[in-house]
């Protein structure tokens, strides 16, 4: 027999083999058990008691015969966990590495922005303070998230920060600031008008009078609304 003949038998026989003991349970639960989860992370809102009782169920068939796109998926179906990665550790652990969503604004009153730019939603996190809220529709959500970060980065120049940006249907974007002061920008020279708002801001925080509204959408210039009027004022700052 030519010697590739003899080989080739010799790998049938032992993948022959390697299936019988497969089939008759040697790499088993039983003979080679799980008796480690570590898992490793930041974790903040999820537990490793959160993470173990999610595997059990497929950790307990055994070190071999753990499916670890299983384990993965079911790490990740938990509320607070963006991703997970999962590996064997011989010769009875499996290590769980999780990453956690961290919360950076709140989208459309039913989700949450991360800060990996990614929407998730939670059972209960209506309850979080502190989160921005922004509203606008659904193929726009990328562009209100660099939006916001960017009048943010802006804004901390007269240190201000936005509590609500939105965009409307017709493109046309409102922020509400955390001095009560709501800006009214317009579908055009975005950008440009929030410049105007900042270099007007000392004057207008130096007032008496507190400005609650300020509509840029003018040329050269603004109007003011102040606390307790129902009608605005115009100053031209061109």
Known sequence: MRP????TAVLAGLIALLALWLRAGVVGGQQWSIDWL??????SR???DQVRAAVIGEAGKGFFAADLQQVRAAVEALPWVAQAEVSRQWPDALSIRVVEHRPLARWNDSGLFSDRGEVFRVDGSDGMQGLARLHGPENRRREVLDTWLEMRRALADIGQDIERLAVDERGAWQAELGNGVTLVLGRESMHERLERYIGVHPALSGRERRARVVDLRYTNGLAVRWAGESTGEQADHG
């Open 4 to 7: 590739t003949w003899i080989a």
């Open 46 to 48: 999820t537990s490793s």
């Open 38 to 43: 570590d898992v490793e992370g930041d974790l």
